[in-house]
């Protein structure tokens, strides 16, 4: 078999970028890595000198490279905080919040850990198990309830700590799979919202969401993580996600990929065109204070606090009975098909 070599260097190749095609050395392949988080930052203006920057920490790979890369490129220019949700589900978040405070701690980035029980009175265990044992409809799923929390907690402690901008690990699979799910779902509003940068009317209740990941494929990001010794969580996949309906947009786009190099940039260069081509959707609700969290809301309450208060009066009535139900989850890169 031949040996490959860098097309930057003649050295032998170590990665191989199907898409490209490109060969890389493991020192070129970082500078290609980087110079594309850099430019996706520049291009769609993501980060400006002197902002705080909030990072949504998991302690997965694609926020510990997220967080990786921030504080190597951005790290003296503008304040760093990590944020780090405990979302309890048991034998699986304490893993990988252990590797977020301990990675944020040697890289001196200060944290705060929250958790969902604290805030809102309720686990994702016990939300699971409460929706497998009432009769009751009480939503879509598990990830609908965490998804929801999980959001709040970003923003509202986004406030709190006075950040300016709220980073989170969405990569390219992430959004790709985004624009099929929403084609498939005929939702052009949520299609054409799709961005590198959320940025919303009303600023005094909502920080603004980047993504500056946004370009960069998963595998990729796997791989960088691996050439630099980045650490991170790839043990068992959240036990719950195998339910998501993501998970066959993702294999469907990981299937056509492989297939046919570059899917998954020309899905996002579709979007991109159409956002182009399409006027902005109108505006949007008006968002006013949730009367009991102060979170921005369209209704009466907000998202988060209309799913507390459904699922805490199950809970509640059967909060000694319930048992979390163990499942034998795949690696990440099993569910994922990596």
């Known amino acids: 078999m031949e040996t490959k070599t860098c097309e930057r260097c003649q050295k032998t190749a170590k990665v191989h970028v ?16 980087e110079n594309r988080f850099r430019e996706t930052i520049r291009k769609h203006n993501l980060v400006r000198y002197g902002e705080k920057i909030l990072i949504a920490l998991s302690g997965g790979k694609d926020s510990m490279v997220l967080l ?15 944020l780090i949700i405990d979302e309890g589900i048991p034998g699986y978040r304490d893993k990988a919040i252990r590797l977020a405070t301990d990675y944020c701690k040697q890289l001196g980035v200060p944290f705060t850990v929250v958790s969902h029980e604290k805030e809102f009175g309720v686990t994702n265990a016990q939300v699971a198990s409460t929706l497998e044992n ?19 907690l970003m923003n509202k402690y ?9 980073a989170t690990g969405h990569n390219l699979d992430d959004e790709s799979q985004s624009v099929l799910m929403n084609v498939f779902d005929n939702d052009v509003q949520k299609l054409l919202s799709l961005s590198p940068k959320a940025d919303h009317l009303s600023d005094d209740l909502v920080v603004p969401r980047i ?36 998970n066959d947009f993702r294999q469907l786009l990981n299937s056509f990929e492989h297939k046919y190099p570059g899917t998954k940039h020309s899905v996002l260069r579709f979007l991109q065109d159409i956002q182009h081509a399409v006027p902005a959707p109108g505006k949007k609700s008006q968002l006013k204070p949730c009367p009991e969290c102060s979170e921005p809301a369209t209704g ?7 799913k507390k208060k459904i699922i805490r009066q199950y809970v509640g009535m059967k909060k000694n009975k319930i048992k979390v139900k163990p499942i034998d989850a795949l690696t990440c890169n099993e569910t994922k098909g990596m």
Do not use: M
């Open 68 to 82: 990786h890369q921030l504080h190597k490129h951005f790290g003296k220019q503008n304040e760093l905080h990590c």
């Open 211 to 246: 993504k500056p990941l946004y370009e960069t494929p998963e595998k990729d990001i796997i791989t960088f993580a691996s050439l630099n010794e980045i650490p991170h969580y790839s043990d068992e996949c959240c036990p719950y996600s195998y339910k998501a309906k993501r």
């Open 134 to 152: 009432t009769t009751e409809r009480l939503g879509k799923s598990v990830c609908s309830y965490c998804g929801t929390f999980r959001k709040t």
């Open 18 to 33: 199907p898409y490209g095609p490109h060969w890389f050395c493991a020192e070129h392949f970082n500078h290609f890595f």
């Open 158 to 166: 986004a406030k709190q700590l006075g950040a300016q901008k709220l």
């Open 300 to 306: 009466v309450l907000c998202q988060a606090c209309q």
